[in-house]
Structure formats: structure tokens, C-alpha cells
């Protein structure tokens, strides 16, 4: 999450529920707000392929999430928070199999190759207490730094709270985890993905009873 020091920060906007009608622009502005991500860059370090296919990278994440009914965003779609509820720490096999592989062709055998490998390695890493799982949180660069990314947690992060259950996340930017530790997360580990061949990574965790909201 990059605050824009030229910009002046907005009223942080009340989240609601992502309606299905706007998956594609919800997709296009995590595409945006993914591109540099470290991760995407080591999954696909051709510029010209993430370019073509971060919308479909993304759109593919949204319909992964959508079922579980916990995504979020603002008006206007200016980005996505992707929540897994407690007891579904991941998203179940045949629906990555039947969202993903459609897409295959797009994405190439590498990058597929290395997504699943480190997904595995993640999921492994998650707490083995029922916890929510922020999948993916993203702004549209150009909208960035105005309180968009922390309005759409807040549509779980209070609820998490009252619940008495942790929120788990990874991300991959430093200046991410600063964002997130203003949020009440606290680094969990921090070591390098797919076995020390990726790039550096960071699990956080808003653990119950050390709520900031």
C-alpha cells in the first residue's frame, strides 16, 4: 500500500459486499496493484506477460474467493479485499482446478509450475487454528494512499475481533508490512518463498485480543 505524498488523503469509504457485476473492474485494479509485486515478478518475469495477463491473474483470484461470500471493496471498484472465513483456510482444490485451468493457456507451464509450489509451501505456514485469511488486498495505484485498503479490511477486522479470531496474511513488499502494522499485524516469520528461490516474504497476524480498530 504506497501513500502518494502529492495526494491528499480522503475520507476512508464504508466497504461492501463485491457484487458479481464488478468482478472485471475489481480485477483490473488488483491486476494495476499487482504488477510489481515481487511475487507476480518471480511467477512471470516477462513484463510483456504480465502486462496481458495480470486482469486474468486477478479475475481468477476474485472467482476463487467469491463463493466463500467475504469480498470486499469501495465505490468505486477501486480494488478488492479477498477473505477466507475461519474453517476454510484455503480455497478448495476443484475450484482452483476449475477457475485456473481454463486460464492455463495464458499463464504458461512455469508460472503455473512455481504458483503451485509456493501456494503449497503458504498454506503450510498458516496458523493451525481456525483463523480468517486475507487472500489478497489491493488498491489501484492511482488510488492508493486514501484509505481505501484499510476501509475494505474494516469490513472483517471488527467482526474478526468480536469473533475472538486471528487474521492471517502474507505479502511480499516491505512497505506492505508497515501498512499492515499500523493495522494491528505483527510479523509472524519472514524468509524468502519456493524453498529460498523466491522473493522475500512476510506472514502477519492480527491476533485475537490485540485488536487496534
Request: hydrophobic letters at 40%; glycine letters at 8%; proline letters at 9%.
Amino acid at each position: 500500500m504506497a501513500t502518494h505524498p502529492n495526494v491528499a488523503p480522503e475520507p476512508a469509504r464504508s466497504p461492501r459486499k463485491l457484487a458479481a457485476s464488478e468482478i472485471d473492474a475489481a480485477a483490473h485494479a488488483l491486476g494495476r496493484a499487482f504488477y510489481d509485486d515481487p511475487l507476480m515478478m518471480y511467477l512471470m518475469p516477462s513484463d510483456a506477460r504480465r502486462t496481458r495477463v495480470m486482469t486474468h491473474v486477478m479475475r481468477c483470484a476474485v472467482r476463487m474467493a467469491a463463493p466463500e461470500g467475504h469480498s470486499f471493496t469501495t465505490h468505486p471498484a477501486d480494488g478488492a479485499a479477498l477473505f477466507l472465513p475461519p474453517g476454510t483456510p484455503q480455497v478448495p482444490l476443484a475450484r482452483v482446478v476449475r477457475v485456473i485451468l481454463p486460464q492455463a493457456w495464458r499463464f504458461g507451464f512455469g508460472p503455473l509450475r512455481r504458483y503451485m509450489a509456493v501456494g503449497d509451501e503458504l498454506q503450510r505456514k498458516h496458523p493451525t487454528g481456525d483463523h480468517w485469511y486475507l487472500m489478497t488486498l489491493g488498491v489501484d495505484p492511482d488510488r492508493q494512499g486514501r484509505g481505501l485498503g484499510g476501509a475494505m479490511m474494516s469490513a472483517i477486522l471488527p467482526r474478526a475481533e468480536a469473533e475472538g479470531m486471528d487474521v492471517y496474511l502474507e505479502t511480499n513488499k516491505p512497505r506492505n508490512v508497515v501498512f499492515y502494522q499500523k493495522n494491528g499485524f505483527k510479523v509472524r516469520e519472514h524468509f524468502r518463498c519456493d524453498g529460498g528461490r523466491g522473493p522475500e516474504t512476510w506472514t502477519l497476524i492480527r491476533e485475537r485480543g490485540q485488536f487496534h480498530v
